[in-house]
């Protein structure tokens, strides 16, 4: 079981911009395929973005308004958020996926875009 902590959510402005982080406590990193999901509230969770252990990248958002990205040495995933909408409102998990399909979960951290 690999240890999750997110940091980075809060309160953002429609149109602002917010970056999550995700550490894990591992000595695998490296070797592990790391996600975002979010759930708003009455709805399933939903896969944000993922970064597979070879630095392949994709996100659910086709304007671009989402980026994904690793640091290995830091053993950090971030999600970078931009032009952030009501709809983004959610509470945001970390995943962390070892190659052998094993699933960790972090506390996860609320979104909410609101004026």
């Known amino acids: 079981q690999v240890q999750l902590v997110e940091f980075g959510g809060g309160l953002v402005q429609p149109g602002g911009s917010l970056r999550l982080s995700c550490t894990a406590s591992t000595t695998v990193f490296k070797s592990l395929d790391m996600s975002w999901f979010r759930q708003a509230p009455g709805k399933e969770r939903m896969l944000v973005g993922r970064?597979?252990?070879?630095?392949?990248t994709w996100t659910f958002d086709e304007e671009g308004r989402f980026d994904i990205s690793r640091d290995n040495n830091k053993k950090t995933v971030y999600l970078d958020m931009k032009n952030l909408k009501p709809e983004d409102t959610a509470v945001y998990y970390c995943?962390?996926?070892?190659?052998?399909?094993?699933?960790?979960w972090g506390q996860g951290i609320q979104v909410t875009v609101s004026s």
């Open positions: 995943n962390a996926r070892t190659p052998r399909m094993e699933n960790s």
């Open positions: 970064i597979t252990n070879i630095n392949n």
